[in-house]
Nanobody, 127 residues
Framework: QVRLVESGGGAVQAGGSLRLSCAAS???????LSWWRQAPGKEREFVSS????????YYTDSVKGRCIISRDKAKSTVFLQMDSLKPEDTDVYYC?????????????????????WGQGTQVTVSS
């Protein structure tokens, strides 16, 4: 299956920016890639998704207008550019792969339906 490694997290002040990276290996073209986040004591939350070969792109309402998901096929990497960060964005961010080559319906897909997960990268936003 696909192996995923996240990076790019860190500590920033409110209003700042971060770009998260998810380096993938395996048969990426057969998957869609998503970003999720989770705070202590809360459920893991879907953030955004993109199909590796093109298809639907989704964003959760709380990040629309502030985040952009993209991919670099040459580097086998998916990015999440996050701008205008808020303290509420403080979470561990995870990259995940789903066996859906067109990325359809991933905004509502359950976390249990994903096939691979990275270990996460911490994002901390101070006020």
């Amino acid at each position: 299956q696909v192996r995923l490694v996240e990076s790019g997290g860190g500590a920033v002040q409110a209003g700042g920016s971060l770009r998260l990276s998810c380096a993938a290996s395996g048969r990426i073209s057969e998957y869609a890639l998503s970003w999720w986040r989770q705070a202590p004591g809360k459920e893991r939350e879907f953030v955004s998704s993109i199909a590796w070969n093109g298809g639907r792109v989704y964003y959760t309402d709380s990040v629309k207008g502030r985040c952009i998901i993209s991919r670099d096929k040459a580097k086998s990497t998916v990015f999440l550019q996050m701008d205008s960060l808020k303290p509420e964005d403080t979470d561990v961010y995870y990259c995940a792969a789903h066996r859906n080559p067109y990325g359809e319906g991933l905004n509502s897909a359950d976390a249990q339906s994903y096939d691979s997960w990275g270990q996460g990268t911490q994002v901390t936003v101070s006020s």
